[in-house]
């Protein structure tokens, strides 16, 4: 069965933005290696503020379309377990936005590492907490 138009729109707005802010993280930290081997020492940073000014905005459009998403789903009409599941996910949503503004503001090589790895665990179990819920 073919989902209704309107569906097709909120979903792939929500699922693009997802790619972004989390393929966008996985890509960069792909790349920082070939990055940090450049003769330009700023270009890892040069790099993460550029993905900054496509991510950010992803995020709000994931927040957008996530409100647009309970609208739509109803989740006073969805099972308890599929509450428990979709409470988690906004918290991990809560902990990927929290851990990468504070990846982004950190200093220290160490602040930067814990900061990343948990703003990029954070967003990947949003990604999988969402598809539970979608079904
Ligand atoms: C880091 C942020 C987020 C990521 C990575 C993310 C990712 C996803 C993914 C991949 C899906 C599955 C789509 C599908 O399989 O068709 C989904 C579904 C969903 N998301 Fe998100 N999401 C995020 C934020 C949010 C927010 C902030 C909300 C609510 C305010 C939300 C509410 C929902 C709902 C209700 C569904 C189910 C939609 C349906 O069944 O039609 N999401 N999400």
């Known amino acids: 069965m073919l ?10 707005l929500h699922v693009t933005a997802a790619a972004v802010w989390v393929g966008g993280q996985i890509v960069l930290a792909g790349l920082v290696p070939t990055l940090r ?14 993905f900054a000014r496509l991510a950010w905005p992803a995020f709000v459009v994931l927040i957008a379309t996530g409100l647009w998403n309970i609208a739509a ?15 988690v996910k906004m918290a991990v949503v ?6 990468t503004a504070r990846h982004q503001a950190a200093k220290s090589r160490a602040g930067l590492a814990v900061w990343g790895a948990l703003s990029g665990t954070a967003a990947l179990a949003a990604l999988v907490l969402g598809v ?3 079904g």
């Open 3 to 12: 989902a209704p138009a309107l569906g097709i729109v909120r979903l792939s």
């Open 37 to 50: 081997k450049g003769a330009d020492a700023q270009l890892v940073r040069a790099a993460a503020q550029r």
């Open 94 to 99: 809560v902990l990927a936005g929290v851990a």
């Open 132 to 134: 539970a819920i979608a």
């Open 73 to 87: 789903v109803h989740p006073s009409r969805q099972t308890t377990a599929w509450r428990v599941v979709f409470g």
